[in-house]
């Protein structure tokens, strides 16, 4: 079993949409990781959380400790957002990144 | 400030040539990390440096892969005697302490024929 699980996998939405975005992990974390990946293939850093609520822009990341679960939340979703969504783990004390599987979002028009 | 710098951008190479690829970390960052994503997969953990130090290789596999992260200098990820199975997206990404946002470079695209 994946130390870290991501659903759905793959999410075609139409543009205003409200999206959300799960993943579930089984380990101790020290800071959990959203990030997009462009189609041309590039990462962007989007959320680190290692507790409660953050919003930036349209995007919101929550997490809940106790439950092992985080969510990423898009509001008004507009095609720009198609991207692939990836949550990433600190386990434990480790400064390396270990990665789920990712989310492939598509947002038409 | 310039983000994360890798080149090249895309490398080709022959079965059994090397290769070397290249990661500036952004500026005041001395904690790098290599990640590689073979086509249609994830992303995966291969070596930590810090300054002139290997922390963490655990991902690396035991044998023609070496990373380096000199005093001077960009961290070079080495692969001797290439596979076509070697062929893969690989980023660098690069923070100024531990446990904490990582910033990626552009990857570099390796093709081997």
């Known amino acids: 079993k994946n130390e870290v699980e991501q659903s759905p996998q793959n999410l075609t939405a139409q543009e205003g949409e409200f999206i959300t975005i799960n993943c579930s992990y089984s380990v101790g974390i020290s800071a959990l990781h959203w990030l997009q990946q462009h189609p041309g293939g590039g990462i962007v850093s989007l959320f680190m959380?290692?507790?409660g609520k953050k919003k930036h822009g349209r995007l919101i990341a929550t997490i809940n400790i106790q439950e092992k679960h985080s969510s990423l939340h898009i509001t008004a979703s507009h095609p720009r957002d198609s991207a692939v969504y990836i949550c990433?783990?600190?386990?434990?004390?480790?400064?390396?990144?270990?990665f789920g599987t990712g989310t492939r979002l598509q947002v038409t028009l | 400030n310039a983000g994360v710098m890798q080149n090249p951008r895309h490398l080709v190479r022959r079965r059994g040539q090397e290769a070397r690829l290249r990661c500036s970390p952004m500026?005041?960052?001395?904690?790098v990390y290599w990640y590689r994503q073979l086509p249609e997969e994830g992303l995966k953990f291969m070596v930590y440096l810090q300054k002139e130090n290997i922390i963490d290789e655990s991902g690396m596999p035991k044998e023609r892969f070496s990373a380096e992260f000199p005093k001077e200098g960009p961290s070079i990820l080495r692969i001797q005697q290439v596979v076509r199975g070697d062929s893969a997206a690989y980023f660098c990404a690069s923070s100024p302490r531990t446990i904490y946002e990582q910033y990626f470079g552009p990857g570099t695209r390796l093709t081997v024929t």
């Open positions: 990433a783990l600190n386990t434990g004390t480790a400064s390396k990144l270990t």
């Open positions: 959380l290692s507790s």
């Open positions: 500026k005041g960052h001395s904690h």
